[in-house]
């Protein structure tokens, strides 16, 4: 079994904390146009952080 790399773990946490944000906010106010915002941005940065790391990491084995 190949072992799971930080490209792997760091975004997901990233969603995970999106959704109990997410959830906290829902049940403060309901579902408002804030929700949708924060849920894309933080999909978005969560996107952007796998592509990065994911990137780095393939750098790194080639020059290994």
């Keep these: 079994m190949?072992?799971?790399k930080k490209s792997?773990?760091?975004p997901l946490?990233?969603?995970i904390y999106?959704?109990?944000m997410g959830y906290v906010m829902i049940k403060r106010n309901g579902v408002t146009r804030?929700?949708?915002i924060?849920?894309?941005v933080e999909v978005v940065f969560a996107g952007l952080l796998y592509v990065?790391?994911?990137w780095q990491e393939k750098r790194?084995?080639?020059y290994e």
């Design 2 to 4: 190949k072992k799971r």
């Design 8 to 10: 792997f773990y760091l």
């Design 13 to 15: 946490a990233v969603l």
């Design 18 to 20: 999106a959704v109990v």
């Design 34 to 36: 804030e929700f949708w």
């Design 38 to 40: 924060m849920t894309v």
């Design 52 to 54: 990065v790391l994911r």
């Design 60 to 62: 790194r084995d080639r």
